[in-house]
């Protein structure tokens, strides 16, 4: 069965633009959720979606958004890019709720 | 709050010899526990897990775990360490009513000696 996976890999941006992040859940998967990781910080939760609707949001501005698809297929966005917002994004996926999640390779994000 | 506290940033042992990673999480109720691993530039790889049941649980690449409910703890260990276990080391606890939400802790950094 194939993993999650997460496109682009890496994504130079700058100052003030928007970004839109793909993941694809391992097939049967409904819960997809998106964490933010960097030096600083930490791994820190952004948000949860299953069957198309946000289960859970942490605590991030309303710059981050997400959307989940009927195919369980799921998206981030981030508008108005600032420079803090550099970092890895990962994706994750699961059966359920409190299932085991599953990761993907992540997406490096850059602003400058 | 639910938090996770890694209390060792860094850790180096020798090849061969044994490794205890700890951490201690703060929980009122029966925790769902997990390790991931990561290793430079990768995403998270799922160690072991603890649910419910045998307090003792068995993972991937030898390693293994332990829930101690009185001491808040579920500490990762492995006999004996391997280069090729050079990563970090993450614990992580789902809350409940967060649906799958992951609260991780910090990190341990682990280096190997050959």
């Known amino acids: 069965k194939a993993g999650v996976t997460q496109t682009p890999r890496y994504l130079i941006k700058t100052r003030g633009q928007q970004v839109t992040l793909s993941c694809s859940p391992i097939?049967?998967?409904?819960?997809v959720s998106w964490y933010q990781q960097t030096p600083g910080q930490g791994l820190q939760f952004l948000f949860e979606?299953?069957?198309?609707?946000?289960?859970n949001k942490g605590n991030f501005p309303g710059r981050f958004s997400g959307r989940q698809f009927s195919n369980s297929r799921s998206e981030m966005n981030v508008s108005t890019l600032e420079l803090g917002d550099s970092a890895l994004y990962l994706c994750?996926?699961?059966?359920?709720?409190?299932?085991?999640?599953?990761f993907g390779p992540g997406t490096r994000l850059l602003v400058l | 709050a639910q938090s996770v506290t890694q209390p060792d940033i860094h850790i180096t042992v020798s090849e061969g010899a044994s490794l205890e990673l700890r951490c201690n999480y703060s929980?009122?109720?029966?925790?769902?526990l997990f390790w991931y691993v990561q290793s430079p530039g990768q995403g998270l790889q799922l160690l072991l897990k603890?649910?419910?049941?045998?307090?003792l649980v068995q993972g991937i690449k030898g390693f293994e775990a332990e829930f101690k409910r009185s001491q808040s703890s579920f500490n990762l260990r492995k006999p004996s360490v391997h280069w090729s276990d050079a990563a970090e080391y993450f614990c992580?606890?789902?809350?409940?009513?967060?649906?799958?939400?992951?609260?991780f802790g910090t990190g341990t950094q682990l280096k190997v000696e050959l």
């Open positions: 097939s049967g998967h409904r819960s």
């Open positions: 992580a606890v789902v809350e409940t009513g967060g649906g799958n939400k992951l609260t």
């Open positions: 603890y649910f419910s049941g045998d307090t």
């Open positions: 929980y009122g109720a029966t925790p769902y």
């Open positions: 994750a996926s699961s059966l359920g709720v409190r299932e085991t999640q599953y």
């Open positions: 979606y299953f069957s198309e609707t946000q289960r």
